[in-house]
């Protein structure tokens, strides 16, 4: 092949692509049939620059087209934008979609924590044996009678908010991350959370406190033990990836799943920035309880339902929760 007659015949397409690429910055001038020429001239100037590199050895004509098609390709298929629309994205397809995605898991997470917590705490009230061999009595009394309202109130409230937030932030993220182990360790530290929940519980309904139990509990609880489960059912589906596979080799599965968590994790860190700020400046307030109750509760619906209208409205319109699906696909160019 002449590749100088190459050139000079393909030439005149390059030019007429750059002029159509620098349009391109106002796709709404531009007509049909030139936004068709532009995805055609940029699949004929890939096919193009493909030939050139095997058989030429001027730099500056491969690094000029490289630059033209590189172009032509933000252009075509949308350049990576780092900006609010980026953030406007996530919240709005990626984290609520897999969020979605994940349901089940959430709820058979959350159905399981319950039921042992509850478990436990019906255990504790009701069994003088239990009560006496996990605590002596005289803990019990201080526990019932300050202690446990007086973690709410022992710190300023910003400080305090911060504190819970970084606890609860790092004990999701260590859920999440401990699926990589086939998902045994988010089973215990899942498990560790429903049976503490659940001892402190028995031990408050066994000396009268029940209502200041579930007083305290309740408002960040609800939107708090959640974003928890989601975590927790993330790390599950994380081990489950290495388990069972599927149809996808091992690897790619567990690819997929861990783009996922990140997500996942991101997201929940907001939520818990939120049910941080209730337990610091509501769950102790002097707010009537079904007032912070009922705070508690908005907040938890609210979570609830973005997550399932954002989720299942980007799930019915085929859109992916994959962080790498924008890199999946190959260019494709004529060959002829």
Not at 68 to 97: C, E, K, N, S
Request: aromatic share 8%; glycine share 8%; charged share 15%.
């Amino acid at each position: 092949m002449d590749l100088d007659a190459f050139v000079a015949v393909h030439r005149p397409e390059w030019i007429r692509l750059g002029r159509l690429v620098d349009r391109a910055g106002r796709p709404r001038r531009m007509s049909a049939d030139e936004l068709d020429e532009l995805v055609e001239l940029y699949q004929r100037a890939a096919t193009h620059l493909s030939v050139i590199r095997t058989r030429s050895y001027d730099t500056s004509l491969v690094d000029d087209l490289t630059t033209l098609v590189t172009r032509a390709r933000a252009a075509v298929g949308g350049a990576p934008d780092p900006g609010w629309h980026v953030v406007g994205r996530f919240f709005a397809v990626t984290f609520p979609l897999a969020v979605y995605e994940r349901r089940r898991w959430v709820l058979a997470t959350a159905l399981g924590s319950v039921l042992v917590a509850l478990a436990v705490g019906l255990w504790i009230a009701n069994d003088a044996e239990a009560q006496a061999n996990l605590a002596p009595p005289s803990a019990v009394a201080k526990l019932c009678r300050s202690d446990f309202a007086s973690y709410y109130t022992e710190n300023p409230a910003p400080s305090f908010a911060s504190q819970v937030w970084t606890n609860n932030a790092w004990v999701s993220a260590t859920a999440v991350a401990a699926g990589a182990l086939l998902g045994l360790p988010t089973l215990l530290v899942l498990l560790m959370n429903a049976v503490n929940t659940g001892v402190v519980g028995g031990y408050m309904t066994s000396c009268g406190q029940s209502g200041q139990f579930w007083s305290l509990i309740l408002p960040h609880g609800m939107l708090e033990l959640t974003v928890v489960f989601l975590a927790g059912a993330v790390g599950l589906r994380l081990g489950w990836s290495i388990i069972a596979p599927g149809p996808r080799r091992r690897v790619e599965a567990l690819a997929a799943e861990g783009r996922a968590a990140v997500t996942i994790t991101l997201g929940a860190a907001v939520a818990l920035a939120v049910s941080g700020v209730i337990e610091a400046f509501v769950t102790p307030s002097g707010l009537p309880t079904a007032v912070r109750i009922g705070i508690g509760a908005l907040a938890w619906a609210g979570f609830v339902a973005y997550a399932w209208s954002y989720g299942s409205r980007a799930a019915a319109a085929g859109q992916t929760a994959d962080l790498d699906a924008a890199h999946g696909a190959a260019d494709l160019a004529p060959v002829a």
